[in-house]
């Protein structure tokens, strides 16, 4: 069964195909305008099946800002956890602790338990071994913490709140 998808998810999907197309095309004229507007309607049309993918609960401007926010959120915790690394690192007795832990998410879509994962294996000392179900494996460098419930609370909690904001 095919599914139809709705005027706001092709709007949505549109419009989000145009933004794209006009921050590669900056400093663009009539015909730069025109050319993206017919390319997104095109490509929207091509992608028709996919878009389901695309659904999103909020608005498109509301979750490309809290995209935007996830965004500085991750950088932010990419740079924490490097100078943890770095701290691991140059210690003079290096003392690591490493661990794979179990923990269960609340994410439904697979879309968000990959940005989820992806998000996990991008912050220095932790990787997202496997995603079996709403199941995540983690490896842990230095983990002083490992039970699931902390190591859910103080790693996937925070990735996972603000993925549910703007993802599926």
Same mark, same amino acid.
């Given at each position: 069964m095919v599914k139809k998808c709705s005027f706001s998810t092709f709007f949505n999907s549109f419009l989000l195909f145009f933004i794209i197309y006009l921050f590669l095309t900056y400093p663009f004229d009539m015909e730069e305008l025109l050319t993206g507007f017919f390319i997104s309607i095109i490509l929207v049309i091509i992608?028709?099946?996919f878009l389901d993918?695309?659904?999103?609960?909020?608005?498109?401007?509301? !979750?490309?800002?809290?995209l935007f926010a996830y965004i500085l959120f991750l950088l932010w915790q990419i740079f924490k956890a490097n100078l943890n690394v770095a701290k691991i690192v140059l210690s003079p007795k290096i003392k690591i602790n490493s661990a794979i832990v179990k923990c269960n998410t609340e994410l439904q879509s697979e879309l968000g338990k990959s940005i989820l994962a992806n998000s996990i294996t991008l912050t220095p000392?932790?990787?997202s071994v496997e995603v079996?179900?709403?199941?995540?494996?983690?490896?842990?460098?230095?983990t002083k913490i490992? !039970?699931?419930e902390e190591v859910y609370? !103080?790693?996937?909690?925070?990735?996972?709140d603000k993925i549910k904001r703007f993802a599926l």
């Open positions: 992608f028709k099946n993918y695309f659904y999103l609960k909020t608005p498109l401007f509301l !979750s490309l800002f809290y000392g932790t990787l079996v179900g709403n199941t995540l494996y983690i490896h842990c460098i230095d490992t !039970s699931q609370r !103080s790693i996937i909690k925070p990735f996972e």
